[in-house]
C-alpha cells in the first residue's frame, strides 16, 4: 500500500496543532530517526514529531488517517531488527519527551507511566520504594519499545517478558480514537485480551501512549555465579539441568568464549576467555541462598565447569552485567567498519543445546565469523555474525547462516525472534512460523488499521 509524502502545508498545521518546537524536518533529525541500531538500511521520515501528550498524538495520527501518511512511533531507537525504521517515510512520532511516571502505587506493586521513559530512569524511581521492573532489555531501552517488541532480557526466565507485566494499557488507535485496556486488577476473564494482543505488536496495530505496570519486590538477597567451561556444550547442558531440577535462577546467560574475548579488549575485564555462564538467584535470606547454591555447585560441578566465582559484591555484580548486556556494542567498537547481523532465535530449553551446534556448523560452513551469546534459561539465542557491508559476498553469506538458524528454530518448534520483533529483518520468516494463522493476523490488521498506516512494512509479510 502506498502512502503519499506529508506536503508542506500538513506540516505548517502540525506545527499549528503540536508547537514549532516539537515538529522538524531538519535534516538532522530526519537522518537520526532514520535507522535503529541494526544493519538494515535507513530511509528518512517526511516530519519528525515530539508529542507532549495523548492529544497530540491523536492529532497526528487524524491528520495521517486523513490523508495516508504513514505514522511510524519511535522511543529511543535500539531495536535490532528495522522496527522503528519508516520504512514508507511519512511521521514519525518520538515519545522521548513523553517520559513522565505518573503514579507509583507501592501497596498494589503497580505503576503508571508514559512510554517515553528509559527503563533505567523508571527503576531508579521505583528503587526509593523497595520495588523494580524486572524486564531487562538494557538500560538505554524505552518503555514504547519494550511494549512493541514484547522485550524480555536477562530476568525473563524468572520474571517473565514485558507482556507478563503490563496491565493495562492507553492506545491511540488508526482513525485517532483513544482506548483505555486492560485494568489494575492482576487477572481477568472479561471480554478479549486486548492489551496482551497490543503488547509486541510493533506499533502496527495502536499506538501505546501510556501503561500500567505489575512491578516485583527488590530481593532481599541477590547471589551472583561465573562459571567457566571447557566447551559450549558442557554450559549448555548445565543449563537444561539447571531448568529440570526447579533451581530457579533470576537470570541464566550464556556467552561463548570469542564473546569473553571481545568483551576483554573493549572494557578490559579481565575474564577467563572461555564458555561462560552468568547466574544470578534472588532468595529471602543467605540461609536460603545457601543451600539454592549447594545444588546449583553440584550441577555446574558434574558438567565440568573449570571455575566457579561466588559471592561477587554489588560493585562487581554491576560491572559484569553492564558487560553482558553490552557484548553487542563491544564486538561493534573492536570492528569498526564492520556490521553485525544479530540473530534473535527462540527454541524449547530441551532443544537449545542442539541449536547452538547448529548455529556453529552453518558459521563453520559459510567461513564467517560468529559470536554466541544469549539468555540461555529460556532457550534464547543471539548469534553476531561480523560481515562488510561494501562485501556483497559476505552480506549473502550471514543470510544465508541467518535463514539456517532460524528455520532450524521454527522447525524445532521454536520462533524466529526470541525479543527483538519481526520487525523488517524477520519478515521472511512469519508465514514459515505461522502458517494459516498468518492470513488470520492480516484481517486483524486489516480491521484494527484498513489504511495500513501504523507502522507500515512490519510484522506482517505481503498478502
Known sequence: ?????????????????????????????????????????PRRPDVVVWPQCTEHVVAAVRLAADKGYAVTPWCAGTSLEGNPIPVAGGIVLDFTEMNRVLEIRPDDLQVDVEVGIQYRELNDQL??????????????????????????????????????????????????????????????????????????????????????????????????????????AAACAAVGDMIRYGLNPAALELMDAAVVAEINRDRDMGLDEKPMLFLEFHNVNDAALESQYEMVAGVLDEHGAVRVDRGIGAEERTRLWEAR?????????????????????????????????????????????????????????????????????????????????VAHAIAAGGTCTGEHGVGVGKLGFVEAEHGPALEVMRRIKAALDPGGILNPGKMLPPG
Not at 15 to 34: A, E, F, Q, R, Y
Not at 354 to 377: C, Y
Not at 390 to 404: H, I
Open 127 to 232: 528503587r526509593r520504594h523497595g520495588l523494580f521492573f524486572p524486564p531487562d532489555p538494557g538500560a538505554w531501552a524505552c518503555l514504547g519499545g519494550m511494549i512493541g517488541n514484547n522485550a524480555s532480557g536477562v530476568r525473563t526466565v524468572a520474571y517473565g517478558a514485558t507482556r507478563d507485566c503490563v496491565l493495562g494499557l492507553e492506545v491511540v488507535t488508526a482513525d485517532g480514537q483513544v482506548l483505555r485496556l486492560g485494568s489494575r486488577a492482576i487477572k481477568s476473564s472479561s471480554g478479549y485480551d486486548l492489551v496482551r494482543l497490543l503488547v509486541g505488536s510493533e506499533g502496527t496495530l495502536g499506538i501505546v501512549t501510556r501503561a500500567t505496570l505489575r512491578l516485583r519486590g527488590l530481593p532481599p538477597e541477590v547471589l551472583t555465579v561465573v562459571a567457566t567451561f571447557p566447551t559450549v
Open 325 to 405: 548486556h553490552g557484548a553487542l556494542e563491544s564486538i561493534k567498537r573492536n570492528h569498526p567498519g564492520r556490521s553485525v547481523l544479530l540473530v534473535d532465535a527462540c527454541v524449547p530449553i530441551s532443544r537449545y543445546a542442539d541449536m547452538v551446534d547448529r548455529a556453529k556448523a552453518a558459521v563453520a560452513a559459510e567461513g564467517v565469523t560468529g559470536f554466541f551469546w544469549g539468555h540461555a534459561g529460556d532457550g534464547n539465542l543471539h548469534l553476531g555474525l561480523l560481515f562488510d557491508p561494501a562485501d556483497a559476498g559476505a552480506r549473502d553469506a550471514v543470510q544465508r547462516v541467518n535463514r539456517s538458524v
Open 1 to 41: 500500500m502506498a502512502h503519499p509524502p506529508v506536503t508542506p502545508e500538513d506540516v505548517q498545521r502540525l506545527k499549528t496543532m503540536i508547537g514549532p518546537d516539537h515538529v522538524s524536518t531538519g535534516p538532522s533529525n530526519l537522518d537520526l530517526h532514520s535507522r535503529d541500531e541494526s544493519y538494515h538500511p
